[in-house]
């Protein structure tokens, strides 16, 4: 998918610019993120757990980590691992690295900043390689640091803001936006 003017202004008013992809329908969202996340869990090396399903923003989050040697579940020990940013408007994603508490109940994460991203042809590692197939898979498209960190169009304004530590007139905000 092409990320022209248009879509990113229909994006920035969380309007859907991709058949099948609809913020405002629950099932669509749902069967991309699972997606993403059986192709990710398919080996049993990795976990997946989703963080954010949409609710006030207009992306999804989830949360890539290995399974082996993590710690029991009522441990409070944090592990590296990946937090993925899936468009409910858009097939279009970023990654970016972070470390969390791996327990599923524990959903609060520190948000991704355009720093912390992954360009596509960096990905090396088995977790990292695991999940640009799984999005891949999932039809999406991971965006660069170049493409997110451009200025918005003349006249678009994202829905609501960011809380994340990015200039508020760039593409990052426009497509994975939060609001109040």
């Not at 990795?46 to 609710?55: A, F, S």
């Not at 710690?71 to 899936?86: C, E, F, I, N």
């Not at 994603?93 to 992954?118: E, H, Q, W």
């Amino acid at each position: 998918m092409d990320l022209t003017p248009e879509a990113i202004a229909a994006i920035a008013g969380w309007q859907s610019v991709y058949p099948g992809f609809d913020r405002n329908d629950p099932l669509a969202c749902k069967a991309h993120i699972q997606s993403v996340l059986d192709y990710v869990t398919s080996s049993g090396d990795l976990e997946c757990h989703v963080l954010q399903d949409g609710g006030l923003s207009n992306y999804a989050v989830l949360f890539v980590f290995i399974k082996k040697g993590m710690p029991a579940p009522t441990s409070y020990r944090h592990v590296d691992g990946l937090l993925v940013y899936l468009s409910l408007c858009a097939p279009l994603a970023i990654v970016g690295y972070t470390r969390k508490c791996p327990d599923p109940d524990m959903t609060s994460y520190n948000s991704l900043t355009i720093r912390d991203l992954i360009a596509p042809e960096a990905f090396k590692e088995g977790m990292e390689i695991r999940t640009l197939a799984a999005l891949h898979v999932g039809g999406y498209r991971v965006l660069s640091t170049e493409e997110v960190n451009q200025p918005l169009p003349p006249g678009v304004e994202p829905y609501g803001y960011c809380y994340a530590d990015v200039p508020g007139d760039c593409v990052f905000t426009a497509i994975f936006a939060d609001t109040d």
